[in-house]
């Protein structure tokens, strides 16, 4: 039995993969912020309370990482996953930008993921884990303007997931940044090509195969290596 630590696991993707891990008993401690509308995560967890525990958390927040982080400190974690994220503003282009929600969008997807990666980086060790991060192709090199707050927040966010992975190397924890594809969320919409279910269960595939050999790669949720 693994321990898996999901950020943003009320919903979409997120959700998908706490009732992955669940279904396969694995041991999942998914994450929500206090806001969030959880009705169909409390739903599930009614039906798999031993293997799904849910922990209140802001990724943005870190006092209430710090006391998560506190609250498991003797808890190893096998897989942690960075899966909470926002698509950003309504106005996010270079000629039209709302800054406020650009500086949101970065704190959610680009810093989030390293703050919360280091502040459980010793849970991880412990258990000889690894880390991994939802990031998107639209956050490869272009000059795509269009969602600019969301583009670039994601190639931030593989920029750190790089450098993490290239330090923690030598320490034995390796990192994935994955693109899960275009799925049926509230973000991708109804027209997407998979469902969170199949999206979740090919990033299984990728997640277990994951070892110090295929660090800091950028992978699609099928396999295929994507450009930076």
Do not use: C
Not at 43 to 64: C, G, I, Q, S, Y
Not at 132 to 143: C, D, K, P, R, Y
Not at 160 to 185: C, F, N, S
Request: hydrophobic content about 45%.
């Amino acid at each position: 039995m693994a321990v898996v630590l999901i950020t943003g696991a009320n919903r979409g993707i997120g959700l998908a993969l706490v009732k992955a891990y669940a279904n396969r008993r694995d041991k999942v401690l998914a994450t929500v912020r206090a806001s969030s509308d959880r009705a169909e995560l409390d739903a599930f967890v009614a039906t798999h309370p031993k293997w799904v525990e849910v922990l209140e958390m802001d990724v943005v927040d870190p006092a209430e990482i710090g006391r998560v982080r506190r609250k498991l400190e003797a808890e190893p974690i096998d897989v942690l996953i960075n899966n909470a994220g926002i698509s950003g503003p309504d106005r996010q282009s270079a000629t039209d930008m709302d800054f406020e929600g650009l500086t949101e969008t970065f704190n959610v997807n680009a810093i989030a993921p390293l703050r919360v990666a280091n502040a459980f980086l010793a849970n991880v060790k412990a258990a000889k884990g690894k880390i991994i991060t939802l990031s998107s192709q639209m956050g490869a090199n272009g000059a795509s303007s269009d969602s600019l707050a969301y583009r670039a927040s994601k190639q931030a966010a593989n920029r750190m997931m790089r450098a993490l992975a290239t330090e923690l190397k030598p320490q034995g924890v390796p990192v994935l940044i994955v693109h899960p594809g275009w799925v049926k969320t509230d973000m991708g919409g109804e027209g997407a090509q998979l469902t969170p279910e199949e999206s979740a269960a090919q990033l299984l595939k990728l997640i277990d195969k994951l070892d110090l050999a295929s660090t800091g790669r950028f992978l699609a949720w099928n396999g295929k290596e994507l450009a930076w």
